[in-house]
């Protein structure tokens, strides 16, 4: 290393007006070592592979080749190993701890789904490769879609999509080319307030207006209200093209009238988009086709124990009712009456079609060029498959008794403002209410952060003040719950009673209190030396020959 | 010059046939450091009751509605450069929107300061 750390920053260095006890001169905190940035350790002469120079040949570059150095940090590989290593252990993940964050279901990663997803024959496959040559992986893929069919009690599944957005996007076209196919031009897309950042912002990027479903006292969708703005003309008079209603909803409650919001729903003449984001609540006890839901995506990586988080990518499959079945998207996996499963593509869609489905078939388009995520569909077979259907149930009953052990517990601390509600599903939700004037959620979220926990899901669902959502997933024991629990019922009880040292937390982190207010207001995206940082407009980082400034 | 309040925590200084938007001082200390404002265009209709510009925080995106029907006539550019304004002066330098009213009959039903304020209490 040639110039370790020189914007000086280190783990003790106080936050203004606070006093973090001793320092040490290197930074390190025994061996929670401080790592700078890597274009302050790197140089542009350190290498860690070394090539030879191209001899002869022609650059076909043209007007494209690069003219200046671009001024790479370079470092051995050991360096590189340490960089990367010692950033690793600033990291929180779940293989450390509970991971509360609600609405995430951030369940453990079984190590089998790891082992299977690298065996040869599914690791090395390339989506260019001749069919014949990955029957195999299409299998994998046409038994998931299987699976999450069954699981759903739906007509259809569409694979490609890459995670939950993208899912939701797909199922909102899929609605669009089904209203576009009997000529109905509809405008408006329900959403309810509680709803998902996503849900609205799908509904408007696929060119549709947003209007919010109230809610009522207890937090579910206000039936009434959704009759009302739906009208009683049928079909021929309505607007809407859909709703979009996460179920369980993100307030931890089931919408106990799901099937009578399809049936109106359905009655108008509209389609009911279920957001699957909270689908591990009720995977194994409840088909959302037998809600009348018409299009869900499933989030693999949440009720599938996928990576999630950094550890990506995810996989969004949107699982989607009779009626909107033949309008999925491009390409897909079926079974064809030769028994193999093919992989139907542009070309042969029409033949496909006319063949096997009455020509029924209408796609929408592609959500992507290839398959889907087939690594995460290979970790979700196994998954499902090492659960079994028996299995599958015990995750969704477990979830939620984890979630309301969590739930009634804190009770007593916590303001829990839907616990007149009935049982919670899959996550706990509180309030602020009750905590000391001038301390507020972030405050204990940070005080959690000491406690050696990562902080639960803070200010969402918005319709509840200072929301605090924390879904333990099934995974957790219950010592591991009881360790969480302790640990936020002493914050909890030190914001009740107005504890000031609260506000500068966390303490014992790496880092302090950041401003993440002045981060959003005035973000500094790249790295900017010495010089720069004194005034020079930010830019590309450039490292002097000699190496970091 | 009469300033109306909205249940939605807007505020109205109505000066004949023109009025200013803002949010209130309430509004700023629920949402917390504000980050990011996006403004209506100038020129655009805004209607009563609906979307009309959107305030950003470190916790959260939150619409504001327009507390009245009209077509917006300026928009407060300052805050393009320091939202941190509608922290610090909600209710002055602030202001989001200029418009002009097309119906003056929409301000009955309105707060006014002493309404606002129990209103806010009850909260």
Redesign the interface.
């Known amino acids: 290393m040639s110039a370790p750390n020189a914007s000086g920053w280190k783990p003790g260095t106080p936050v203004a007006g606070t006093d973090s006890g001793p320092s040490t001169s290197t930074g390190n905190r025994a061996l929670m070592l401080e790592e700078p940035l890597i274009f302050e350790i790197g140089t542009t002469r350190t290498t860690g592979v070394d090539l030879p120079d191209p001899i002869g040949g022609e650059t076909r570059l043209g007007g494209f080749a690069r003219k200046n150095a671009i001024g790479l940090p370079g470092l051995s590989e050991p360096e590189a190993v340490r960089h990367y290593t010692r950033l690793s252990r600033q990291n929180y993940a779940i293989d450390l701890g509970l991971f509360p964050l609600g609405s995430c279901t951030m369940k453990h990663n079984p190590r089998l789904n790891e082992k299977v997803a690298r065996m040869p024959g599914f690791a090395d496959v390339h989506p260019l490769q001749p069919v014949d040559t990955v029957r195999g992986a299409l299998e994998v893929i046409n038994e998931l879609a299987f699976w999450l069919i069954e699981l759903t009690g739906m007509h259809g599944v569409a694979m490609t999509p890459k995670a939950g957005a993208h899912g939701e996007l797909c199922g909102i076209l899929c609605i669009r080319a089904a209203l576009e196919a009997r000529g109905d031009a509809r405008e408006v897309i329900l959403v309810p307030e509680s709803a998902h950042g996503t849900n609205p912002a799908t509904a408007a990027f696929a060119g549709y207006r947003v209007e919010d479903i109230p809610a009522t006292a207890e937090g579910r969708v206000d039936l009434g209200a959704l009759k009302a703005r739906l009208g009683a003309g049928g079909p021929d008079s309505c607007d809407v093209a859909a709703v979009m209603i996460t179920n369980p909803n993100t307030c931890g409650l089931f919408e106990r009238d799901m099937k009578a919001i399809s049936d109106a729903v359905h009655a108008a003449g509209a389609f009911v988009y279920c957001d699957g984001a909270n689908f591990n609540a009720i995977v194994g006890k409840v088909r959302p086709g037998d809600l009348g839901v018409d299009a869900m995506h499933i989030n693999l990586h949440k009720t599938f124990s996928t990576p999630h988080g950094g550890g990506g990518p995810g996989s969004g499959p949107v699982v989607l009712s009779e009626a909107l079945a033949p309008y999925g998207p491009l390409p897909y996996t079926a079974r064809t009456s030769d028994g193999v499963v093919h992989l139907v593509e542009e070309e042969d869609a029409e033949a496909f079609s006319a063949e096997h489905f009455g020509g029924r078939m209408a796609s929408f388009g592609r959500m992507s060029a290839f398959h889907g995520q087939m690594g995460m569909f290979t970790r979700a077979l196994t998954y499902i498959l090492s659960h079994g259907a028996d299995g599958l149930k015990q995750v969704a009953e477990d979830a939620v008794l984890n979630a309301n052990y969590v739930l009634r517990t804190l009770e007593d601390v916590l303001d829990a403002p839907f616990g007149a509600s009935g049982p919670c599903m899959h996550e706990a939700l509180f309030s602020d209410k009750g905590f000391a004037q001038g301390l507020s959620t972030l405050d204990l979220a940070k005080g959690l952060i000491d406690e050696g926990f990562h902080p639960m899901t803070m200010y969402f669902p918005l319709v509840v003040h200072g929301a605090m959502l924390v879904e333990p997933t099934e995974t957790e024991s219950k010592a591991g719950l009881d360790q969480f629990i302790a640990a936020l019922r002493s914050v909890a009880e030190r914001a009740r009673a107005g504890d000031e040292s609260l506000k500068t937390a966390p303490h014992f982190a790496p880092r302090r209190r950041l401003d993440e207010t002045l981060a959003a207001r005035k973000p500094i995206l790249a790295f900017q030396d010495a010089g720069q940082a004194a005034g020079v407009p930010p830019g590309t980082p450039q490292l002097s020959e000699q190496g970091g400034s | 010059m009469p300033r109306y309040f909205t249940d939605e925590h807007e505020w109205i200084d109505v000066d004949g046939d023109t009025a200013t938007v803002g949010i209130t001082d309430y509004a700023q200390s ?1 949402l917390g ?1 504000i ?2 404002v996006e403004l209506p265009q100038v020129g655009s209709a805004v209607a009563k009751g609906k979307d009309a510009a959107v305030v950003e925080s ?5 619409d504001v509605y327009a507390p009245i029907t009209g077509e917006v006539t300026e928009a407060n550019g300052a805050l393009e450069d320091d ?2 304004l509608v922290n610090s002066s909600p209710e002055d330098g602030g202001w989001f929107f200029k418009l002009t009213i097309s119906d003056k009959s929409e301000l009955e039903g309105l707060m006014d300061a002493a309404a606002y304020k129990s209103f806010c209490d009850s909260l």
């Open positions: 629920q450091d980050v990011f470190v916790k959260a995106a939150s939202p941190a």
